[in-house]
Nanobody, 127 residues
Framework: QVQLVESGGGLVQAGGSLTLSCVVS????????MAWFRRAPGKEHESVAA????????YYADSVKGRFTISRDNAKNTMYLRMNSLKPEDTAVYSC????????????????????WGQGTQVTVSS
């Protein structure tokens, strides 16, 4: 069994920054693709960013490109999401996910590919 636990969410003013962490434990594989998703109230799950097994390949949603940075440290079994220049529309519950598939530009968007999920952490950006 694989467990993912997020932390780092909170309340921040527009223009501010936060760093989310996702610690992976259990029967894990460092070869998994990992990603961040978010869900705002009344909206569907939105893919935010994904990173391949060794951290060398990353993809981002257009809405966060240039502001967010995804990374991972396999030695620490931890994935990160650095969020800069936050906007009120970034307000959502952010969840991390892991899946046993090779990351390509066309296959990371859908939540169905990810086998393991965290419980989520709330990010609130005030205007």
């Amino acid at each position: 069994q694989v467990q993912l636990v997020e932390s780092g969410g909170g309340l921040v003013q527009a223009g501010g920054s936060l760093t989310l962490s996702c610690v992976v434990s259990g029967r894990t594989s460092s070869s998994y693709t990992m990603a961040w998703f978010r869900r705002a109230p009344g909206k569907e799950h939105e893919s935010v960013a994904a990173v391949n097994w060794n951290g060398e390949t990353t993809y981002y949603a257009d809405s966060v490109k240039g502001r967010f940075t995804i990374s991972r440290d396999n030695a620490k079994n931890t994935m990160y999401l650095r969020m800069n220049s936050l906007k009120p529309e970034d307000t959502a519950v952010y969840s991390c996910a892991a899946g046993p598939f090779q990351l390509f530009s066309y296959n990371w968007y859908g939540p169905g590919r990810y086998a393991y999920w965290g419980q989520g952490t709330q990010v609130t950006v005030s205007s």
